[in-house]
Nanobody, 120 residues
Framework: QVQLVESGGGLVQPGGSLRLSCAAS????????MDWFRQAPGKQRELVAI???????NYLDSVKGRFTISRDNAKNTVYLQMNSLKPEDTAIYYC??????????????WGQGTQVTVSS
């Protein structure tokens, strides 16, 4: 059993910053990739940022230069530093991980989501 627990969401004014964290725990042999998705009301879930096991990163075009994804392998934790936040960044942010629970089995897992609201 694997769990992803997110933290760090909240209400922030436009131009402000937030840092999201997501800690993976349970039966983890190795983590292949961790990423952040978001879903705004009435919109489809979209991939915001991804970091692979060799630290390659990729970002949604609209967040490039503002968001930074990083990971702490020792803690099985991924972070999303969000700067210069805009009202259009308002959404529920979900942590997602692709990992091996043993040498063979690969699965993907989701966190419960954390609300980010950007508003004055």
């Amino acid at each position: 059993q694997v769990q992803l627990v997110e933290s760090g969401g909240g209400l922030v004014q436009p131009g402000g910053s937030l840092r999201l964290s997501c800690a993976a725990s349970g039966s983890i042999f190795s983590i292949i990739a961790m990423d952040w998705f978001r879903q705004a009301p009435g919109k489809q879930r979209e991939l915001v940022a991804i970091i692979s096991d060799n630290d390659n990163t990729n970002y949604l075009d609209s967040v490039k230069g503002r968001f930074t994804i990083s990971r702490d392998n020792a803690k099985n934790t991924v972070y999303l530093q969000m700067n210069s936040l805009k009202p259009e960044d308002t959404a529920i942010y979900y942590c997602h991980a692709v990992l091996r629970s043993d040498r063979i089995k690969v699965g993907d897992y989701w966190g419960q989501g954390t609300q980010v609201t950007v508003s004055s």
